[in-house]
């Protein structure tokens, strides 16, 4: 089994514990953290800095397809941050919750 974390960011908290709420209630993550970040980037040709939510979802590679289109339904930016980062190490037993917290 292979493992990984996706990033996403949301505008309002309430649409973090939102997202993050119905990622694990569905056994699409184990485990999603969510903390306030600041973010600075681009947009149609402008800077911006702005309160973001960063959510750390903790799932696996087959599920990864779901993931990213259960953000794509219920998120509210026009183009969300949906990134895959894979885990190529972690400790057993952790990575068997998350196996067991992930399968249908």
């Known amino acids: ?3 990984c974390v996706v ?3 949301a505008g309002t908290e ?3 514990h939102r997202l ?3 990622l694990v209630s569905r056994k699409l993550a184990a485990c999603v953290q969510v903390m ?3 973010s600075h980037y681009a947009w149609e040709g402008r800077l911006n800095r702005d309160a973001e939510w960063l959510l750390l979802i903790k799932t696996t590679v087959p599920r990864y397809g779901d993931v990213e289109d259960f953000i794509r339904q219920h ?3 026009e183009v969300p941050e949906i990134v895959q980062i894979p ?3 972690g400790l057993d037993r952790y990575l068997a919750w998350v196996r067991e917290n ?3």
């Open 102 to 104: 992930t399968t249908p």
């Open 36 to 38: 306030p970040i600041t």
């Open 1 to 3: 089994m292979e493992y």
């Open 14 to 16: 309430e649409e973090a």
């Open 87 to 89: 885990i190529r190490q």
């Open 7 to 9: 990033l996403t960011t």
């Open 20 to 22: 993050a709420e119905g």
């Open 75 to 77: 998120h509210s930016y």
